[in-house]
């Protein structure tokens, strides 16, 4: 347990400063260490919860949160998220999806970002709502946010600016991660919640202590390239090892 608190820790601080939660991660090193996969939806999307509030508050006193984009995105996906929360999933295909997403999100995190005319958005920026909902349904079927989907679209849409793309994305995983867990609940029933959290609390505590020190790092100090390069080999190196355990 020390050693998955530490690595809980870590992906929280990094996750975090990208404006994501760190939910899939959260699900895949509970899966390697050998939980049982009907808890880790659960487990992640509560971690999810605790990362991002702080994030969406340090965001939000700063100034940096559109808020007529963030409602509208996250407006549209919750209640695909809650969806998705409801649907049965096997374990098989549990983490099939969650280590694809993995890679595939670790891989668009590398994506270069021009910063040339960073204010205008490109043409398909106007699309993003119409993909709120897949991406809600993906995110509450798997337990997680949902952020890590939806961040490297605004970003390569240039919808705004990195810091408000890290802003929105942090309260569409807190809302997304509320509706999801309901779903996930009520499927599995809600006393999986006492489980859970029996079971992870030391990992609860590390992704607090994380989370705000990740967000803090967001805002007033470290370089978004660099935490990016982070989250992103992260991402990638866990994605991997998962699809390679299925």
Same mark, same amino acid.
């Given at each position: 347990?020390p050693?998955l608190?530490i690595? +809980?820790f870590?992906?929280?601080?990094?996750?975090?400063?990208? *404006?994501?939660?760190g939910g899939?991660t959260?699900?895949?090193?509970?899966a390697?260490? %050998? +939980?049982?996969y009907r808890?880790?939806p659960? &487990?992640?999307?509560?971690c999810?919860?605790?990362? $991002?509030?702080?994030?969406s508050?340090r965001?939000a006193?700063?100034?940096? #949160?559109?808020?007529?984009?963030a409602?509208?995105?996250?407006?549209?996906?919750a209640?695909?998220?809650?969806l %998705?929360?409801? #649907?049965?999933?096997?374990?098989?295909?549990?983490?099939?999806?969650?280590g694809?997403?993995?890679? &595939?999100? *670790?891989?668009t995190l590398?994506?270069p970002?021009?910063?040339?005319?960073?204010?205008?958005?490109?043409?398909?920026?106007?699309y993003m709502?119409?993909?709120?909902?897949?991406?809600?349904?993906?995110?509450?079927?798997?337990?997680i946010?949902? %952020?890590?989907?939806l961040?490297?679209l &605004?970003?390569?849409?240039?919808?705004n600016?990195?810091k408000? $793309?890290a802003?929105?994305?942090?309260f569409?995983?807190?809302v997304?991660?509320m509706?999801?867990?309901?779903?996930?609940? #009520?499927?599995?029933? +809600?006393?999986?919640?006492?489980?859970?959290?029996?079971l992870?609390?030391?990992?609860?505590?590390?992704?607090?202590?994380?989370?705000?020190?990740?967000?803090? &790092?967001?805002v007033?100090f470290?370089?978004?390239?660099?935490?990016?390069w982070m989250?992103a080999?992260?991402t990638?190196w866990?994605g991997?090892r998962?699809?390679?355990?299925?």
């Amino acid at each position: 347990m020390p050693g998955l608190a530490i690595a +809980f820790f870590i992906t929280a601080l990094l996750y975090a400063a990208v *404006g994501f939660g760190g939910g899939s991660t959260y699900s895949a090193l509970l899966a390697m260490a %050998g +939980f049982d996969y009907r808890l880790l939806p659960v &487990l992640s999307l509560a971690c999810n919860i605790v990362v $991002v509030s702080g994030s969406s508050i340090r965001f939000a006193r700063a100034g940096l #949160t559109p808020w007529r984009g963030a409602i509208l995105l996250t407006g549209i996906a919750a209640p695909a998220a809650l969806l %998705g929360g409801l #649907t049965p999933i096997g374990k098989g295909a549990f983490l099939t999806i969650l280590g694809a997403s993995l890679v &595939l999100t *670790g891989i668009t995190l590398l994506l270069p970002r021009s910063s040339a005319n960073e204010g205008e958005p490109m043409a398909a920026a106007k699309y993003m709502p119409f993909i709120a909902a897949p991406i809600g349904y993906l995110a509450g079927l798997v337990g997680i946010g949902g %952020g890590i989907f939806l961040a490297p679209l &605004l970003h390569l849409t240039r919808w705004n600016g990195a810091k408000q $793309v890290a802003a929105t994305a942090a309260f569409f995983i807190l809302v997304n991660s509320m509706f999801g867990l309901v779903g996930q609940l #009520t499927k599995s029933g +809600f006393d999986r919640i006492g489980e859970a959290v029996g079971l992870g609390l030391p990992l609860l505590l590390a992704v607090v202590i994380g989370g705000q020190i990740g967000s803090l &790092l967001a805002v007033r100090f470290l370089p978004q390239k660099v935490i990016r390069w982070m989250t992103a080999a992260l991402t990638i190196w866990v994605g991997g090892r998962l699809l390679l355990g299925v």
